[in-house]
């Protein structure tokens, strides 16, 4: 079986297939293409045919056998009418993040579970990075009628601490 084919049933990409692999000192670097040929804006969602341009982009994915994993995409930029040139929208990231869906949900739910500075030691990311990372999962997975109907919040000030909220 050929390494391609490995890594596209591995990694899973939706709309997208390995074109290539190579090691480097930063890890597993695999280089994919897109399937369709129409490019969708990254912040609307319209769909065009005709490239403003293009540049090669990187996002961290999760690891492969203890090596970082990079996917590497030429990824090309649409002369949107609502928002102006913006780059493509790709299934396998979130607008504007340098990292894949998968690393993010990873990222945010151990920081769920562990401090910032544990999920970047075993993550192997910055700091900061944690921040944001979680800052774009909670972004886009907080449902924004949660509050709807709520009419008051009160909490308990107890002199125990032990507050019941309202």
């Not at 997208?16 to 692999?21: K, L, N, Q, T």
């Not at 544990?118 to 949660?146: H, K, N, S, Y």
């Amino acid at each position: 079986m050929r390494v391609s084919t490995v890594l596209n049933r591995l990694l899973a990409l939706e709309g997208a297939s390995v074109s290539g692999v190579r090691l480097s000192g930063e890890g597993v670097i695999v280089r994919v293409r897109l399937s369709r040929r129409r490019m969708a804006c990254s912040v609307c969602g319209q769909v065009y045919s005709a490239m403003h341009d293009r540049g090669l982009r990187r996002w961290r994915h999760l690891d492969l056998a203890g090596y970082r994993c990079f996917i590497e995409y030429e990824l090309r930029r649409v002369a949107c009418r609502d928002c102006g040139v913006r780059v493509e929208a790709v299934s396998w990231a979130r607008p504007g993040a340098r990292h894949t869906r998968e690393f993010e949900q990873l990222v945010a739910f151990c920081a769920q579970r562990m401090a910032k500075s544990q999920v970047q030691a075993l993550l192997r990311v910055a700091w900061a990075t944690v921040g944001r990372i979680i800052t774009r999962v909670v972004a886009e997975r907080l449902d924004e009628r949660r509050l709807e109907g709520l009419v008051r919040i009160g909490v308990d000030g107890s002199p125990t601490g032990a507050g019941t909220a309202i």
